[in-house]
Nanobody, 125 residues
Framework: QVQPVESGGGLVQAGDSLRLSCTAS????????VAWFRQAPGKEREFVAA????????YYADSVKGRFTISRDNFNNVVRLQMNSLEPEDTAVYYC??????????????????WGQGTQVAVSS
């Protein structure tokens, strides 16, 4: 059992940056793939970025590639999402998800087991 907890959301202007953090008190968090998904009002939850438990490689949705960077600090049990050049279209609730059952990272949110409560990101134009 892993309980992710997000922090770092807020209201910013277009072009600004934010850094989201996802932590868990369980040490097993370092054995999980970790992903960020987001959900805007009236839209389905969508994949944003993920990082594997093994090789630290990041995986990104096309809409954020080149602007967002995912990283993990296993010593401190935290995964971060650095978001630069934010756009109004990035406005959503951002959720951290963790998975320790599957071998590969899955872009489908239905297949992620552990979820945080979400943190709101709002980008004004």
């Amino acid at each position: 059992q892993v309980q992710p907890v997000e922090s770092g959301g807020g209201l910013v202007q277009a072009g600004d940056s934010l850094r989201l953090s996802c932590t868990a008190s369980e040490r097993t968090f370092i054995n999980c793939h970790v992903a960020w998904f987001r959900q805007a009002p009236g839209k389905e939850r969508e994949f944003v970025a993920a990082i594997s438990r093994n090789n630290q490689d990041g995986y990104y949705a096309d809409s954020v590639k080149g602007r967002f960077t995912i990283s993990r600090d296993n010593f401190n049990n935290v995964v971060r999402l650095q978001m630069n050049s934010l756009e109004p279209e990035d406005t959503a609730v951002y959720y951290c998800a963790a998975d320790n059952k599957h071998l590969y990272i899955d872009y489908d949110y239905h297949n992620w087991e552990y979820w945080g409560q979400g943190t709101q990101v709002a980008v004004s134009s």
